[in-house]
């Protein structure tokens, strides 16, 4: 199999379940934009333990990535060939996130003014995969049909990143700074 096919040459993409659209249409902005998002948390993840908590939960977020990009990539006629929880996000996808932020922010100290990125290497990059996620929602707003779960669970995940960064930079904090 060749990874090329030449059938975007023209500016356009297909669509899952069929049809094509302009490479610059908001479909395509969009789930392009969640294909950053998780690329960017795959840096992140590189820069874990493999089979720590934290990769653990990455990989979980790069798959839900995957099902944002396939509900993205899909026309409004055909939504209704869309899987819940596999090519559709899901209200439950969203509620899931919310006791993960509840527990990390547990195990750190709240910051009390505006955070400076860059405490340490990963949770730099985690704050750079929350202001990718952030775009992704920006794009997604325009593209995800009505009663689409995408930019909820887009604006919830960079709510969690944001909460990871601060739990990494608590990890690996100096002892006298703690």
Do not use: C, H
């Not at 990125?117 to 325009?142: F, H, M, W």
């Amino acid at each position: 199999m060749k990874i090329y096919t030449r059938k975007g040459d023209d500016g356009t993409t297909g669509l899952l379940f069929g049809g094509r659209v302009r490479k610059d249409d908001s479909a395509p902005e969009a789930y392009g934009a969640v294909d950053e998002a998780q690329a960017a948390l795959g840096v992140a993840r590189a820069e874990t333990g493999e089979g720590s908590e934290l990769d653990r939960l990455l990989v979980r977020l790069e798959r839900d990535l995957w099902v944002a990009m396939a509900e993205l990539a899909t026309a409004p006629d055909n939504r209704q060939k869309l899987d819940p929880g596999v090519s559709l996000v899901t209200q439950e996808m969203v509620d899931g996130l919310e006791p993960i932020i509840d527990d990390l922010t547990t195990r750190f100290e709240a910051p009390t003014e505006f955070v400076v990125p860059g405490q340490n290497r990963l949770s730099a990059q985690l704050d750079v995969a929350r202001t990718t996620v952030r775009k992704a929602e920006r794009r997604a707003i325009v593209a995800a049909s009505d009663g689409s779960y995408v930019v909820p669970y887009l604006n919830r995940l960079s709510d969690l990143l944001w909460t990871m960064a601060r739990w990494q930079e608590g990890q690996f904090m100096p002892a006298r700074e703690r």
